[in-house]
């Protein structure tokens, strides 16, 4: 599986992914599944990808127009007016890669599948935050939704639908997405750190801070154990069932 | 979908059920899925049913005997001389009830499944619990896993791998799975109140505390809008993310 979120803020979007795929229990690897292309002062656009590796790396190949010499690339995704339109663009393919491959003699439509979070901003216009289906179409954040999980996203839920505030930091966004992996990580196999973040401040128009969180890294070690701690306090603070 | 949780403890077995069944989202009912059979001062036996309301109904009504008339009837998990025998014959009757829907013409066995959470005591011998599966095989808790779930189980699990503690009291129990379920009920239209909760207190032999908890329980209303503030208050206690 995976675990991805994109979450919209007032003050710009937060990416976070982790790194572990697996095809079944004994073929494990490592991969990125968070990507950014941007053009400073003009637009800056993320990309998550959960589902299968071949279908995403497709997708970013040919994102980044790699059939191409690299001097005559120009990835569309760079022109496009708006991030609706870059979210076509990005579904279009998606669609198109998953159906090439089943195409080419494959049956299981559903083994090739990936969805996608894409976030970003065009300068002129406020940042934006999508879901894109295997079928190419998508759905936008909104107040109401203002964040997308992907991949295995229940255990990691609870928290976020608890606590998240759209007016939040994005520091206290990145604990809240740690502790949200940390819960998913802990529960399923096929999560694991390390874990890349990014955000994107609303108006900053290029990548802000980025880091990839290994699984020894002190913050996430301190998050990770004193939530545990803080649940157990907070647990015993309800009162007690006393109706036996 | 449904919840269902089976607990063993240091001091008996609890069993916590949702009420809600589903075929698609306009066909919604309330069932009760958690079913006792005790003979008072010799064994008593509770099971929790996920899966197939038929498959599951008419489990029930073999494992009670009501084909025969109500003289005659005679449970025949009753008599079985140890809770794994009671197993085996839930698990045969389950795996038979399935194979015989399929036998009928129907051709999609998975559609008919249904799982079980079985526990209970026999005089003599300890409190035991199972996760008896469709194919009518099973599994037995441990101290290494001493709880089993069922149905829609992922939202909920993060706070009992947190805040499960073998040597816990029954009231803490039940506020655990109190805040699980509300955890689960939360996030998945499939799972909803009243809740069916019972205790099966070690070296009893007959049923213990057994209550309906119904959605706008006092105490679960308590135990409900407590929770999302103590998460809250726990989140802010951890440290802040500074490395931005």
Redesign the interface.
Known sequence: MTYCVGMLLDRGVLFMSDTRTNSGVDNISMYRKMFTWEEPGERVITLLTVGNLATTQAVISLLDERTKAPAERRPSILEAPTMFQVARIVGDLLKETIRTTVDKGQTAESQFAATLILGGQIKGMPPRLFLIYPEGNFIEASAETPFFQAGET??????L???YDPEMS???A???L??SFD?TI??NLSVGAPLDLQ?IERDALRIG?S?RVPPDDP?FR??SD???E??????D????????
Chains 1, 2 share one sequence.
Do not use: M, Q
């Open positions: 229940k255990y990691g839920r609870p928290i639908v608890r606590a994005f520091a206290d990145i604990k809240l740690l502790v819960s802990k529960a955000i801070h880091r913050y301190v998050i004193g939530w545990g803080a649940l157990k306090r907070a647990f603070a309800l009162p007690d069932y006393d109706a036996i």
